[in-house]
C-alpha cells in the first residue's frame, strides 16, 4: 500500500510540473528528489519518536537497536538463537524491551518449573 501511495505521489508530482512546463526527465527527476526527501523525513521522525520518553515503552531498558527496528529479534529468531539473545536482555532486568513495541518478562516462579 505504501508503495503504491508513493509511486502514485510521483506520477502526480511528475505531471504537475509537466504541466507548468518542465522537461518530462526534469518533472521526474524533481518528483523522485520529492519524494525522497519526504520518504527520509518519515523515517527520521519515527526513529526519533522511538528513541523519545514520549514512547509508551521508553522506560523498559534494552539496546538502542530494539528501540527503532524489531531486525535484531528476527534475525535471532531466524537463526534459532532467539532464547540466548532474550536471555542476555535479561541480565539488564526482569522487564526488557526486545521491539519496537515489544517486551519480554522473566518470571522468577516460571524458571523453578
Known amino acids: 500500500m505504501f ?4 509511486l502514485l505521489s510521483i506520477l502526480g508530482l511528475t505531471i ?4 507548468e512546463g518542465e522537461h518530462v526527465i526534469r ?3 524533481r ?3 520529492t519524494m525522497g ?9 519515527t526513529v526519533l519518536y522511538r528513541l523519545s520518553p514520549l514512547h509508551p515503552l521508553a522506560s523498559f531498558p534494552g539496546p538502542i ?5 524489531s531486525v535484531r529479534m528476527a534475525i535471532a529468531a531466524a537463526s534459532g538463537r532467539r532464547h ?5 536482555l535479561h541480565k539488564n532486568g ?6 519496537e513495541y515489544q517486551t519480554s518478562v522473566f518470571c522468577i516462579a516460571q524458571d523453578r518449573i
Open 65 to 69: 537497536i530494539n528501540e527503532i527496528t
Open 27 to 29: 518533472s521526474l527527476m
Open 37 to 45: 526527501i519526504h520518504v527520509s523525513l518519515v523515517a527520521l521522525n
Open 94 to 99: 526482569a522487564f526488557v524491551r526486545v521491539g
Open 16 to 19: 504537475w510540473h509537466y504541466i
Open 84 to 88: 540466548v539473545y532474550v536471555e542476555e
Open 31 to 33: 518528483a523522485l528528489q
Open 3 to 6: 508503495l503504491l501511495v508513493v
